[in-house]
């Protein structure tokens, strides 16, 4: 093996670890957070941890498929010199780790703008919960019935649609329950005792 032959490969391996695999490092952490805190969508439930997986097979995508073909079309319009040998390899590595990086940072870009975005939708939600919750809570302080205002910590909710919940309180016996059915979207907010008193956890819905 020649001497230029030699450092050229000892750098073409320098430089394909020489951003890239910090940068997915750094870019995974960073996007596991932003899922966590800003997810994309307002019904996910998302932890950091969970966040970091979806980030890893993501940004391994960008870097494992994207990233080579990004550079090979590059190369084929003559972004990289068009000299053959050791050298023309050297500078197709640098370019792919310069694309890895590139696209590894537009990913961070994409989660903040896609949570973001999503924000108001999510406050949305929250404040309908909380509507919610104030609503029950009037209508139980207001009923006549003590039973049910001693079991008002039993309250449990499901959102049945945008704004619309169901919240069923147990009686003394936790076999029997009172269930309200509130919707959010409506002025003054409407709330109605459901003639069916079947417990949340055998109703189809979206827990809160």
Same mark, same amino acid.
Do not use: H
């Given at each position: 093996?020649?001497? +230029?032959? %030699?450092?050229?490969?000892?750098?073409?391996?320098?430089?394909?670890?020489?951003?890239?695999?910090?940068? %997915?490092?750094?870019?995974?952490? @960073?996007?596991? @957070?932003?899922?966590?805190?800003?997810?994309?969508?307002?019904?996910?439930?998302?932890?950091?941890?969970?966040?970091?997986?979806? *980030?890893?097979?993501?940004?391994? %995508?960008?870097?494992?498929?994207?990233?080579?073909?990004?550079?090979?079309? $590059?190369?084929?319009?003559?972004?990289?010199?068009?000299?053959?040998?050791?050298? *023309?390899?050297?500078?197709?590595?640098? @370019?792919?780790?310069?694309?890895?990086?590139?696209?590894?940072?537009?990913?961070?870009?994409?989660?903040?703008?896609?949570?973001?975005?999503?924000?108001? $939708?999510?406050?949305?939600?929250?404040?309908?919960? +909380?509507?919610?919750?104030?609503?029950?809570? #009037?209508?139980?302080?207001?009923?006549?019935? +003590?039973?049910?205002?001693?079991?008002?910590?039993?309250?449990?909710?499901?959102?049945?649609?945008?704004?619309?919940?169901?919240?069923?309180?147990?009686?003394?016996?936790?076999?029997?329950?009172?269930?309200?059915?509130?919707?959010?979207?409506? +002025?003054?907010? #409407?709330?109605?005792?459901?003639?069916?008193?079947?417990?949340?956890? $055998?109703?189809?819905?979206?827990?809160?």
């Amino acid at each position: 093996m020649s001497s +230029e032959s %030699f450092w050229t490969n000892r750098i073409r391996w320098r430089l394909r670890g020489a951003t890239v695999w910090p940068a %997915f490092v750094l870019t995974t952490l @960073l996007d596991g @957070l932003i899922l966590d805190l800003l997810p994309p969508v307002a019904t996910t439930g998302l932890n950091y941890v969970e966040g970091v997986l979806i *980030a890893t097979f993501g940004n391994l %995508f960008l870097v494992g498929a994207l990233a080579p073909f990004l550079t090979k079309r $590059l190369a084929r319009r003559g972004r990289v010199a068009p000299a053959g040998g050791a050298a *023309a390899v050297v500078e197709v590595e640098l @370019l792919r780790d310069r694309v890895g990086s590139a696209l590894l940072a537009a990913g961070v870009v994409a989660s903040l703008a896609s949570g973001l975005a999503n924000r108001p $939708l999510i406050v949305s939600e929250t404040e309908a919960s +909380e509507e919610n919750a104030r609503v029950v809570q #009037d209508y139980v302080n207001d009923s006549d019935d +003590e039973e049910l205002r001693r079991n008002i910590e039993t309250a449990n909710t499901i959102r049945l649609g945008e704004g619309y919940f169901r919240t069923c309180i147990a009686r003394d016996d936790r076999d029997r329950f009172v269930c309200l059915l509130v919707d959010t979207e409506k +002025e003054p907010v #409407d709330v109605r005792r459901d003639p069916s008193a079947v417990p949340n956890n $055998l109703v189809g819905g979206s827990r809160e």
